[in-house]
């Protein structure tokens, strides 16, 4: 067999997705004994709440270790209808609702379930470091919309209409955004929803942020607003981000019957039920009372106005403060340096993790994650700055 015939072609466009690298190199590094300050981090700082462990630790005792429904146990689709009904005014019957292994599997079910080869999906850019890449999986063509700071990032409905043409057949909305932080508002969303109903064009809403939105902002899940954007959307969420269960791996999707139905099959053939354990821990979690995630978008929200307070006091970059996530996507072209060489200096010379522009679509940005201590923040920002003023 020749060399260049081993790997599906299908494959040999993906590429490894850098915020994983690169947290896996700050990880490692730390575990070395080196005084690492990660901030390129995707996930919150704080461990697992007790119940949910709990939860998980008598589903291990009571030997709840066996296959499930491939779309997740009914107890578990049933909290979700639940909280889908009261958080975000979406009317979703457990039916129509598939459990996966985190949000990035639902995300990358529906891409598969959706997109033939060459169909187009408009992406806003900047961009999650996954989307591509799963549309590239599924031999669809990503076709980016530019987005631009003055504009907090988001895509004006004039943009929408431009970029769509009769091979676009999915927009991918994240609200709020990683890397940019921006949050749509009702009245964008409704700009867009329109645009996309009358052009038969589904939209992907991911909303596993959605619970982390700063100075007094609302989320809006795009599949409420009427009808007709309901029956084209397919709603994503997870537990990943809220509740601090990123290894757990237990994300969703609610969407029109006949995707779901889909999904169920493509799931049924390729992982089965996401696992038993984790499923018990996010029925638990989504039992925690609201003021827990309120807690948590307090915690992140004084990190963000200090490290915002931070970054206005350094002359060499700049930055749109975050409305939602937590992320603040900062913008190092005064520096001449490109996003790799920035963070690799930055790594090697000042001891501070984040995460290069270019893989979300931005070689002149960098992306700082707020989810770290108070004191790693705080000693994070003064590194950069120092090392900034040597530069
Ligand atoms: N969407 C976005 C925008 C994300 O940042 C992440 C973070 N990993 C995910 C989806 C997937 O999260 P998970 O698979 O952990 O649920
Ligand atoms: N979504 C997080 C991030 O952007 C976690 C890593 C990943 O899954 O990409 O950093």
């Known amino acids: 067999m020749r060399v260049n015939t081993r790997i599906a072609q299908r494959l040999k466009k993906i590429a490894p997705s850098s915020t994983l690298a690169i947290t896996s190199k ?3 590094l730390k575990a070395q004994g080196r005084d690492i300050v990660n901030l390129s981090a995707g996930e ?3 461990d697992t709440p007790q119940p949910i462990k709990d939860a998980a630790i008598a589903a291990i005792e009571s030997g709840f270790t066996k296959y499930t429904p491939t779309t997740g146990i009914p107890e578990l689709r049933e909290l979700i209808s639940g909280k889908l009904k009261k958080d975000n005014h979406l009317e979703y019957a457990p039916e129509q609702i598939v459990v996966s292994c985190g949000a990035k599997h639902s995300i990358v079910n529906a891409v598969l379930a959706l997109i033939n080869r060459h169909d187009e999906v408009l992406v806003p850019l900047p961009y999650w470091v996954s989307y591509p890449e799963m549309v590239a999986l ?3 063509e990503s076709h980016f919309i530019k987005t631009l700071p003055e504009n907090n990032f988001k895509v004006t409905p004039e943009e929408l209409k431009k970029h769509i043409n009769p091979k676009t057949k999915l927009f991918i909305l994240n609200t709020p955004s990683n890397p940019t932080g921006c949050v749509y508002t ?3 969303l409704e700009k867009i929803a329109e645009i996309c109903s009358a052009k038969k064009i589904f939209v992907l809403s991911d909303e596993i942020y959605e619970k982390l939105i700063y100075g007094g902002g609302r989320h809006i899940s795009i599949a409420g607003l009427n009808k007709d954007i309901y029956g084209l959307t397919l709603t994503v969420n997870g537990l990943s981000k809220s509740y601090s269960m ?3 791996r237990i994300g969703y999707l609610a969407g029109p019957q006949d995707v779901v139905d889909a999904i169920s099959n493509l799931q049924d053939h390729s992982t089965s039920n996401p696992c038993s354990i984790s499923q018990k821990a996010a029925a638990a979690a989504l039992r925690m009372p609201e003021e827990f995630l309120i807690g948590v978008r307090r ?6 106005n200090y490290c915002v307070a931070r970054l206005k006091g350094m002359k060499k970059i700049s930055c749109v403060p975050p409305q939602g996530a937590f992320y603040i996507f900062c913008d190092i072209s005064r520096t001449g340096l490109d996003s790799g060489v920035f963070a690799e200096r930055l790594l090697n010379e000042s001891f501070v993790s984040l995460v290069p522009g270019k893989g979300f679509g931005a070689d002149n940005f960098v992306r700082i994650s707020f989810a770290a201590q108070a004191e790693q923040l705080q000693k994070g920002m003064d590194r950069l700055q120092s090392w900034l003023e040597k530069l």
Request: charge should be negative.
């Open 26 to 28: 700050a990880k490692a």
């Open 299 to 304: 915690q992140f929200e004084e990190r963000m």
């Open 44 to 46: 919150p700082d704080f």
């Open 186 to 188: 009702k009245d964008e």
């Open 246 to 248: 990123t290894g757990w």
């Open 138 to 140: 599924a031999e669809g």
